[in-house]
């Protein structure tokens, strides 16, 4: 069974300051990660994914998450926040080899401070 | 790029009616899922369906609740007697089959249900 934890569900940062988004993972068998991100009145879009290829991953809007098994954490960063960064992010995880179904978390909304 | 479609976006019905929440997921996509999330919760997984039949399906998956392929593009929730507590964002999703490899799903933009 796989599971993620989200430490923080709101975050405040000021515009241009670091964004840290916390995420631990379970799985009982390697894992496949991922973070999601879901603007206001709109559906789930990947943001990026790790799949057991390189550890540090980038993914669109400026954002990366490095995966770091010795801690089983999966963090999202992004060096400078955007007003338009405001947004709820999920983190999600499946298990390798085929299909597996996604577990998310529970969420973390980001507001950006002007 | 592709995209997954659901309808309606908002539908408002009452305790005990019965709901059918539709999806056109993305054409060469093997598997589909349906997800909801409560207002201010987490997304829960549903149900997962392959080969015109359930592959998974969660605790909250109960007998009023079904889905269905009927054509080659729909791919169908329905929840027979709707409560409360089904007032939620539902999500249809959809992967496409890999023997090794991630899962990645497309989401659809959802369907919210609201029931009085």
């Known amino acids: 069974a796989q599971s993620v934890t989200q430490l923080g569900s709101h975050v405040s940062v000021s515009e241009g300051a670091l964004v840290l988004l916390r995420c631990n993972y379970s799985s009982s068998v390697p894992p496949y990660l991922f973070w999601y991100v879901q603007y206001p009145n709109q559906g789930l879009q990947l943001l990026l994914k790790?799949?057991?290829?390189?550890?540090l991953v980038k993914g669109i809007n400026g954002f990366e998450a490095e995966f770091k098994k010795s801690e089983t954490s999966f963090h999202l960063t992004k060096p400078s926040a955007h007003m338009s960064d405001a947004a709820e992010y999920f983190c999600?995880?499946?298990?390798?080899?085929?299909?597996?179904?996604?577990?998310f978390g529970i969420g973390t909304k980001l507001q950006v401070i002007p | 790029e592709p995209e997954v479609t659901q309808t309606p976006s908002h539908q408002v019905t009452q305790m005990g009616q019965e709901v059918i929440l539709r999806c056109v997921p993305i054409?060469?996509?093997?598997?589909f899922y349906w997800y909801r999330q409560i207002l201010g919760q987490k997304v829960e997984f549903l149900v997962s369906f392959y080969n015109n039949e359930i592959s998974e399906k969660s605790e909250i998956f109960d007998d009023q609740f079904s889905v269905e392929r009927p054509d080659g593009s729909n791919f169908t929730l329905k929840i027979r007697s709707t409560k409360l507590e089904d007032s939620a964002m539902y999500f249809c999703?959809?992967?496409?089959?890999?023997?090794?490899?991630?899962?990645?799903?497309?989401f659809g933009a959802g369907s919210r249900l609201t029931v009085l």
């Open positions: 999703a959809s992967s496409q089959r890999r023997d090794s490899g991630a899962n990645v799903l497309t």
């Open positions: 790790y799949t057991s290829a390189a550890t």
């Open positions: 999600a995880v499946a298990g390798s080899g085929g299909y597996q179904k996604v577990t």
């Open positions: 054409s060469n996509h093997l598997y």
